[in-house]
């Protein structure tokens, strides 16, 4: 919708100082966006000023002219949860409400807290109704485990599904959350370690999943060869999909495989750079990782969650007697830093580390 009204035409330079003066004022239309070409602002105003306070303005913003334009008004601020949902639950859970989503394509997984496991169906349907693009909400409904890192979920609302198609650094991942692990939180990690990976290296992904950081390497170095490995069958039949889709069969190579085998096998000596996307058992694979590189070397990107007072520094020193136990060395460290909390006093930890 557009509107027509009086306006405060000011130079640039000028603009916050009249905009704040406006405001104090009164006479700002909140409704509609300021505009701005080049040299000018031009800000709708709820009425004609009077005297004294055109007097004001021109003491301050000497170059102030009054005019008539066209304005789009402003979009209303999205619902939020809280909103959504104040009339339908109790006062006293509305402080219970999750205040993070995890949204993977157009599916959201929620933590539903025992208190409001009553309300999960309107919760659920809230999310739908505050979040338009979303079509499905899941519920957890177990913690990650097994082999294959999966958890069960509950379906609470939209469409009833598990698979879906994530966006994220201009690649698409066909991702079924309850077959094959895979977290929307690691997305700047993926495009971190994706900048790193210089032309002509191999790269050996020992634990891909559906290849978020296989497939984003392969898509930014065209002249890389990268070997993604997963144990879980359900994720490689995906990552091929991801290969497929994002153009990088040409150099992206899914492995169904054991990691500590085919380290000791197929991919002995090939890597300059291996990524251990395992935090919760990583440092039981650092053979499996040193078998991998090459004779002389290169970088491991590890990944651990520790839990307070555990510390990185400890974590390293773990790292190194473990690289050390399979003849190899920790030459430096090029990065070590918590990448998120993944509960109360817990963090996923990453350490770059190069390897002689």
Not at 184 to 206: F, I, K, W
């Amino acid at each position: 919708m557009s509107k027509s009204t009086i306006c405060l035409q000011v130079p640039k330079k000028q603009g916050e100082i009249a905009i704040a003066l406006a405001n104090k004022l009164g006479l700002v239309d909140k409704s509609l966006g300021i505009q701005r070409d080049e040299s000018h602002l031009c800000i709708p105003l709820v009425r004609q000023p009077e005297e004294n306070e055109l007097e004001t303005l021109k003491n301050h913003v000497p170059e102030m002219q009054l005019s008539t334009n066209v304005f789009s008004e402003k979009k209303a601020p999205a619902e939020t949860l809280i909103q959504a949902l104040q009339d339908k639950l109790p006062p006293n859970l509305l402080a219970h409400l999750p205040q993070a989503l995890d949204v993977i394509g157009d599916i959201a997984i929620v933590e539903i807290p025992q208190e409001l496991k009553p309300y999960e169906t309107l919760i659920g349907e809230a999310i739908l109704k505050t979040h338009k693009n979303l079509k499905t909400v899941l519920a957890k409904a177990g913690a990650i485990s097994g082999t294959y890192r999966t958890r069960e979920y509950a379906f609470i609302a939209g469409e009833h599904k598990t698979q879906t198609v994530h966006r994220e650094f201009g690649c698409q991942y066909h991702v079924d959350v309850a077959k094959a692990y895979f977290s929307p939180r690691l997305s700047h990690e993926h495009e971190r370690v994706a900048s790193l990976v210089q032309a002509g290296e191999t790269v050996v992904d020992l634990f891909a999943g559906v290849g978020p950081f296989s497939v984003l390497i392969g898509k930014r170095n065209p002249k890389v060869k990268v070997y993604a490995v997963d144990l879980n069958p359900d994720a490689v039949e995906l990552l091929k999909v991801n290969v497929r889709v994002n153009r990088v069969e040409n150099r992206v190579f899914p492995i169904l495989a054991d990691a500590r085998e085919i380290a000791a096998t197929q991919l002995k000596g090939l890597a300059d750079r291996v990524i251990m996307n395992l935090p919760e058992t990583a440092i039981d694979f650092v053979d499996a990782a040193c078998q991998t590189l090459k004779p002389d070397g290169g970088v491991i990107h590890f990944y651990a969650f520790i839990r307070s007072p555990d510390s990185t520094e400890n974590l390293k020193q773990r790292f190194s007697q473990a690289v050390e136990e399979n003849g190899r060395r920790v030459e430096a460290f090029l990065y070590g830093k918590s990448i998120r909390e993944t509960a109360p006093f817990e963090s996923q930890i990453v350490l770059d580390a190069k390897i002689a």
